[in-house]
């Protein structure tokens, strides 16, 4: 019998994806490490970075969804380089309509923010970014960086994990180099420490922020068991739950997608406890009042009836204000839903406009 040959072909982009993380890991580097002596060139080469790693993940879905007019990408300009890439924006959207990867708003906003800076720093000359740099200007880049790492990392390491695990090790080398940079942010502290100081005597607790690492996050009870944090120091908010713990009682807290852990016995809670142990009573028959989040398009609904007026995703810990019935596929959806009749939802493709 003749022994077939099982030619594996190599997908087309996996050399351009090991070139693009390559690259991306290198310009945050670089970016980290020029940070102080040349403020502008470390923005500028934080922002490729980014566009870098987004893209990478982007051309893990197809080769051609790079090309910024897909209806033109050729395999051949392709693989020699030959082509326009698409903008950061496209990048997102992309990622969001293609690959079905929405980012959260803030993600989203973080992001922009990133570009806006580069943006204003290679068309227009800023003096202010020539050294010695101040330190209020020193210490706003650093607290963007540290945001715009900490919604990147997450990405690398938990969602986007399956495609990044080659490169945990130099991920995890780029979060060391980070950190080291938050020292930058030690002036800012100190200035607010006397502030921190004053509200801990009024009783008001606050914990190490995970964006810049300064015991600077203030924690308010918003309506129980929902909290937020946010921090003096870099301006990083969060939401998160105090839930007592299944097993043993413990309070745990549970983050925005990722769920919680309780610390005493590792007992893990995820969307199907919460809903069952804060959702509306759910009868067999009747239609369920729980609703779709529009924010992070949960596959699950996961959005339940919260406080006096509003609505708490319990995937994404975002409170909505207005919760209805999508016009064109009748889920219960958050946002407004005023014309969802003519153009359908996040959810469902709409009507059909070709006819
Ligand atoms: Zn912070
Ligand atoms: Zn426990
Ligand atoms: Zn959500
Ligand atoms: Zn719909």
Not at 50 to 65: G, Q, S, T, V
Not at 133 to 155: G, T
Not at 252 to 265: P, R
């Amino acid at each position: 019998m003749k022994k077939r040959l099982h030619h594996q072909k190599p997908e087309p982009g996996a050399a351009l994806f090991d070139s693009l993380v390559r690259n991306a890991i290198d310009f945050l580097q670089k970016s980290v490490q020029e940070l102080e002596k040349h403020p502008k060139y470390s923005v500028i080469h934080f922002y490729m970075a980014l566009e870098l790693f987004l893209k990478a993940r982007l051309l893990r879905e197809h080769w051609a969804l790079v090309v910024s007019k897909v209806e033109k990408a050729s395999l051949q300009a392709f693989q020699s380089g030959d082509f326009n890439s698409v903008t950061i924006d496209e990048c997102l959207q992309r990622l969001a309509n293609i690959a079905n990867e929405s980012l959260l708003t803030h993600e989203h906003d973080c992001f922009r923010t990133i570009r806006d800076h580069r943006n204003k720093l290679v068309h227009f000359f800023h003096p202010d970014y020539q050294p010695p740099i101040d330190k209020n200007i020193l210490a706003q880049i650093v607290s963007e960086q540290c945001k715009a790492w900490f919604y990147l990392h997450r990405l690398l390491t938990s969602k986007w994990e399956i495609h990044f695990a080659n490169y945990h090790k130099q991920i995890a080398g780029l979060q060391k180099l980070i950190r080291h940079n938050q020292h930058f942010l030690m002036s800012k502290f100190n200035a607010l420490a006397p502030e921190i100081e004053a509200d801990k005597k009024k009783g008001i607790s606050f914990v190490t922020c995970h964006v810049c690492g300064y015991e600077s996050a203030r924690i308010e009870k918003l309506h129980d068991p929902l909290f937020e944090r946010s921090c003096l120091v870099c301006d990083w908010r969060s939401y998160f739950l105090k839930i007592p713990c299944p097993q043993c009682g413990k309070p745990v807290t549970v983050e925005s997608e990722g769920g919680g852990e309780c610390e005493e016995c590792e007992t893990t809670i995820d969307l199907d406890y919460l809903l069952e142990k804060l959702g509306p009573y759910q009868h067999p028959k009747e239609e369920s009042s729980i609703a779709r989040c529009s924010e992070c398009e949960n596959f699950e609904p996961s959005v339940i009836p919260f406080g006096e007026h509003e609505y708490l995703c319990l995937n994404c810990l975002t409170l909505h204000d207005e919760v209805g019935q999508c016009g064109w596929c009748g889920e219960l959806i958050t946002g407004d839903t005023s014309e969802t009749s003519i153009w359908g939802c996040f959810w469902c493709p709409g009507p059909d406009l070709k006819d």
